[in-house]
T-cell receptor, first 112, second 116 residues
Framework: QKEVEQNSGPLSVPEGAIASLNCTYSDRGSQSFFWYRQYSGKSPELIMSIYSNGDKEDGRFTAQLNKASQYVSLLIRDSQPSDSATYLCAVVGSSNTGKLIFGQGTTLQVKP | GAGVSQSPRYKVAKRGQDVALRCDPISGHVSLFWYQQALGQGPEFLTYFQNEAQLDKSGLPSDRFFAERPEGSVSTLKIQRTQQEDSAVYLC??????????????FGPGTRLLVL
């Protein structure tokens, strides 16, 4: 079992729809969770961080964390073609050393 | 500079050749990480520096990989006797503070290494 798992997709949604991206992790002691966006050929860019159970909203983005289920998700409202990218879930494990453990990423395609 | 920079951006090496990849972190950033990203995969941790001290090198895949940050700023990742499986994008990231789970890591553009 991989430490951080994501469905590789592609996930295809129409413009204006809600895109839902999911991630599970295996280290129950993990404390910090991040969502990065990576455009093709570019480096990862942080879009959300979440540390506590529940929802965290930032503009069109909402991160959701459920530590009991070891599950973190990212919702993108009013999806735009410019949101088309690979979304990487990253976790800092229980050792809390700061090193990020990434999932393989989910490719999102937003169709006009 | 405003962000993390890496050089070269692209490197083609013949199998068996040694390569050196450079990372210039954001000025004043204490933490520096190296990650390896294979095609279609998420980045994988290689090593971590806090200032000049290499505190974690557990992700280095073999003793052909060596990293240093002698003055606590610029870092170099060296790969000796490159193999085809070393072909990947090598990402450097820096963070303002020391070890810690909530520190934001800022990624450089990466060096794309192709070993023929």
């Amino acid at each position: 079992q991989k430490e951080v798992e994501q469905n590789s997709g592609p996930l295809s949604v129409p413009e204006g729809a809600i895109a839902s991206l999911n991630c599970t992790y295996s280290d129950r002691g993990s404390q910090s969770f991040f969502w990065y966006r990576q455009y093709s050929g570019k480096s990862p860019e942080l879009i959300m961080s979440i540390y506590s159970n529940g929802d965290k909203e930032d503009g069109r983005f909402t991160a959701q964390l459920n530590k009991a289920s070891q599950y973190v998700s990212l919702l993108i409202r009013d999806s735009q073609p410019s949101d088309s990218a690979t979304y990487l879930c990253a976790v800092v494990g229980s050792s809390n050393t700061g090193k990020l453990i990434f999932g393989q990423g989910t490719t999102l395609q937003v169709k006009p | 500079g405003a962000g993390v920079s890496q050089s070269p951006r692209y490197k083609v090496a013949k199998r068996g050749q040694d390569v050196a990849l450079r990372c210039d972190p954001i000025s004043g950033h204490v933490s520096l990480f190296w990650y390896q990203q294979a095609l279609g995969q998420g980045p994988e941790f290689l090593t971590y520096f806090q200032n000049e001290a290499q505190l974690d090198k557990s992700g280095l895949p073999s003793d052909r990989f060596f990293a240093e940050r002698p003055e606590g700023s610029v870092s170099t990742l060296k790969i000796q006797r490159t193999q085809q499986e070393d072909s990947a994008v090598y990402l450097c990231a820096s963070g303002l503070g020391p070890l810690g789970g909530r520190e934001t890591q800022y990624f450089g553009p990466g060096t794309r290494l192709l070993v023929l």
